[in-house]
């Protein structure tokens, strides 16, 4: 049985983690390496954080993989992102009896077809696992989301089927990629840069914020458990007293 580190009460935790996974660039740049090799270092962090978040019973984690702004990029770092994406994807179906249910959010119109496919199996056939949903933010922006709800609420008004009048937070909410989902409690940030980076845009109106120093290919369970804490000692107010 694996040491845990010391976590706050049950009551104290989160029901949802946000991280934006950033600074594998920099981790390969200390250690002269390609990036490319910090992409891969921080994709077996994302597993190894997964895992742990499910064991620890944290009932949903959103994880920022790749952002709308990221195809900026030079083609070969997207591209060995991409390639990354196709070896998790892979190798979640030796994952199976973890309980994870893995869902993607984002718009995955511009990615490539046979990555689209393995997206849709595996989402598939993670649908009814219930210890943990990860959700996987690839190819996603905050604004990008609240544009393609706009226009799926526009579609609806000018077909009649919906009175603009009508619509209410909870009908945006329920028109974003996570819809059903509860909104993030804390939003996780390695790498030392303080800001959100068009991540979660709408549903972290009321998270609280960690940033860490370290790196995201660094981070362990001890950086986790450090963030949680910080977070329970936060005292959550939501406009009241
Ligand atoms: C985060 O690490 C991963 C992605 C954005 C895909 P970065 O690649 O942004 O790492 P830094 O910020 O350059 O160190
Ligand atoms: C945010 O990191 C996106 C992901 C971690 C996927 P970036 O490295 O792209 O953010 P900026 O450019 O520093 O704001
Ligand atoms: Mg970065």
């Given at each position: 049985m694996e040491q845990?580190?010391?976590?706050?009460?049950?009551?104290?935790?989160?029901?949802?983690?946000?991280?934006?996974?950033?600074?594998?660039?920099?981790?390969?740049?200390?250690?002269?390496?390609?990036?490319?090799?910090?992409?891969?270092?921080?994709?077996?962090?994302?597993?190894?954080?997964?895992?742990?978040?499910?064991?620890?019973?944290?009932?949903?984690?959103?994880?920022?993989?790749?952002?709308?702004?990221?195809?900026?990029?030079?083609?070969?770092?997207?591209?060995?992102?991409?390639?990354?994406?196709?070896?998790?994807?892979?190798d979640t179906a030796k994952h199976q009896g973890e309980d994870v249910r893995t869902c993607f959010i984002g718009d995955r119109e511009p990615l490539a077809a046979d990555l689209r496919e393995k997206i849709r199996r595996v989402e598939e056939e993670s649908a009814h696992n219930r210890t943990i949903t990860v959700n996987i933010a690839l190819n996603y922006g905050g604004r990008d989301e609240l544009v393609h709800a706009a226009r799926r609420l526009a579609r609806e008004a000018a077909a009649g089927r919906l009175d603009p009048e009508s619509i209410?937070?909870?009908?945006?909410?329920?028109?974003?990629?996570?819809?059903?989902?509860?909104?993030?409690?804390?939003?996780?940030?390695?790498?030392?840069e303080k800001r959100l980076s068009?991540?979660?845009?709408?549903?972290?109106?009321?998270?609280?914020?960690v940033f860490l120093d370290v790196l995201w290919p660094d981070f362990d369970q001890n950086h986790l458990c450090s963030a949680l804490w910080e977070y329970a000692r936060r005292d959550r107010r939501f406009g009241g007293i």
């Open positions: 845990f580190p010391q976590l706050p009460p049950q009551q104290f935790l989160p029901r949802h983690i946000g991280i934006i996974m950033d600074g594998n660039g920099r981790w390969a740049k200390q250690r002269g390496l390609p990036r490319s090799v910090g992409h891969k270092a921080g994709a077996e962090t994302f597993r190894k954080i997964a895992t742990f978040c499910r064991d620890i019973g944290i009932p949903y984690l959103t994880a920022y993989a790749f952002s709308t702004e990221n195809w900026k990029r030079p083609q070969e770092e997207v591209d060995a992102i991409m390639d990354l994406l196709r070896e998790y994807l892979d209410d937070e909870k009908m945006v909410s329920n028109a974003l990629y996570t819809a059903g989902q509860p909104d993030p409690d804390v939003i996780i940030r390695p790498s030392g068009n991540f979660l845009t709408w549903q972290s109106a009321y998270a609280e914020f």
